[in-house]
């Protein structure tokens, strides 16, 4: 079975190509200020516009606006945004006119318990993606490195890919 990746974080033009080259389905840029991989929505476009035809883009966001939303949709044309704050399905839902293909929700997991909320965002999210819970003093939601004990999504009731 083959696997579609999605890598995130890229900040350069070689992290693009690399990506790229190691046959990434999606490529992601993170425009959120207190990431070490923040980028701003045109520089994320410059970079994106590499991938032109060869892999989808994601813009990842944390909590974003109606505003910023619209600024990366001019520049950027993602056809993925992700939303890996506290969003709600409102605003998931809402989140959908920004992209041209849909919302990935992401979610924070590091128990069980962590799964429950997926539910509620069947009919809001297009996809879902799971992530590792930041540590507990933790000044952004993900990009940690970690992983999470993937055991935990065995059997659980996931409504979206």
Not at 85 to 91: I, K
Request: with cysteine.
């Amino acid at each position: 079975m083959a696997i579609d990746a999605k890598i995130c974080g890229l900040t350069t033009p070689e992290a693009v190509d690399a990506a790229l080259a190691g046959g990434a389905r999606w490529l992601g840029f993170v425009i959120f200020p207190p990431s070490p991989r923040h980028l701003s929505p045109q520089r994320a476009a410059e970079l994106a516009e590499r991938a032109s035809g060869r892999a989808g883009i994601v813009a990842v966001t944390v909590n974003a606006d109606d505003a910023l939303l619209s600024d990366i949709q001019r520049h950027m044309r993602p056809h993925w945004i992700q939303l890996h704050g506290a969003e709600g399905p409102a605003r998931v839902h809402a989140a959908r006119s920004f992209a041209r293909s849909g919302v990935i929700k992401a979610f924070a997991v590091r128990t069980r318990e962590d799964l429950r909320p997926v539910s509620g965002f069947a009919s809001a999210a297009d996809m879902v993606l799971f992530d590792a819970k930041p540590p507990k003093e933790a000044s952004r939601p993900g990009g940690w490195g970690e992983s999470f004990d993937w055991t935990l999504l065995k059997g659980a009731d996931i409504p979206r890919p």
